[in-house]
């Protein structure tokens, strides 16, 4: 049975909770990068990692997390409440023959005891969709002593202060209004991730944000926006082919050769048990 999104979460969505990503996985499987190595190489050395131990990877979409954390683990439990996302994480995990990852679809709410004891959680760019709190204590509970929990913020390809970036922006406007969707319902945004974890049994708690330097092409800006909860082509439906065709229109208009440059910032939320 699918639930409502409840004002628990950081972000609340008025849709059931199983359409936030209902048809974009193949999109989100072509389309989101895995994390870029100067997030790996910061949790490698800042959480002394050395290839022991099991990893979450908690809201794993198709596998950005494991497919370049997976190294540093004897093995790794990845969940994600989509079923189409699981099923595109499984031949991530097959493809690049990473055989210490178990993929599941599970919600982080349902976790069982079992799933313990845990070196380090991941939340790649997935704690805001869940009840953090709960969530947040399940998690306390199963790490190991040491253990430590890390929740990945990338900020998003049209978030920053370039040209390219406010042309995707009132695109989104002109075609989907200025309320920002999140599957069936709105994006609302709630306390920040390190706040919510202050209501947790984390103490120590530190943030580091990473920048990063990234070239897209249209291409890759129009998949991406496929990927997600509020631009999806379930959510723009048979606005779609008139989305499209007028952020590549725009998009030409600025960089004819059609190559985008950003500095991504990328936060790093670690909370040590």
């Given amino acids: 049975m699918m639930t409502r999104y409840s004002a628990q979460q ?19 499987s072509a389309y989101r990068k895995p994390y870029p190595q100067p997030v790996v190489d ?11 131990g099991r990893l979450l ?11 370049v954390m997976a190294r540093y683990f004897d093995d790794v439990l990845a969940i994600d409440a989509d079923p189409g996302m699981v099923d595109y994480a499984q031949r991530t995990a097959s493809s690049l023959r990473l ?48 253990g430590y929990v890390a929740v990945l913020s990338p900020g998003g390809i049209h978030s920053g202060t370039t040209d390219w970036e406010a042309t995707v922006r009132a695109v989104l406007r002109r075609h989907l209004g200025a309320e920002r969707r999140a599957g069936g319902g709105v994006y609302s945004e709630g306390e920040r991730h390190e706040q919510a974890l202050r209501r947790t049994s984390f103490e120590r708690i530190e943030i580091t944000d990473i920048p990063v330097r990234e070239w897209w092409s249209i291409d890759e800006i129009v998949g991406y926006l496929y ?20 952020l590549r229109e725009q998009l030409l208009s600025l960089r004819h050769e059609g190559q985008f440059e950003k500095v991504a910032e990328y936060a790093v939320i670690l909370a040590e048990s």
Avoid at 20 to 26: E, H, I, Q
Avoid at 42 to 52: A, E, F, K, S, T
Avoid at 57 to 67: L, R, S
């Fill in 10 to 28: 950081g972000f609340q969505a008025g849709g059931l909770s199983g359409d936030l990503y209902r048809g974009a996985a193949a999109c989100y």
């Fill in 42 to 52: 910061h949790l490698r050395r800042r959480c002394r990692l050395d290839g022991r």
């Fill in 227 to 246: 990927s997600t909860s509020y631009a999806s082509q379930a959510i723009l439906g048979e606005r779609c082919e008139a989305f499209e065709q007028d």
């Fill in 99 to 146: 055989d210490n990852v178990i993929v599941r679809q599970m919600r982080a709410e349902e976790l069982p005891q079992d799933a313990g004891p845990l070196r380090m959680a991941i939340f790649g760019a997935s704690f805001h969709w869940m009840d953090r709190r709960c969530v947040g204590n399940k998690v306390y509970n199963l790490l190991a002593p040491g």
């Fill in 57 to 67: 990877d908690a809201g794993c979409g198709t596998g950005q997390v494991f497919q």
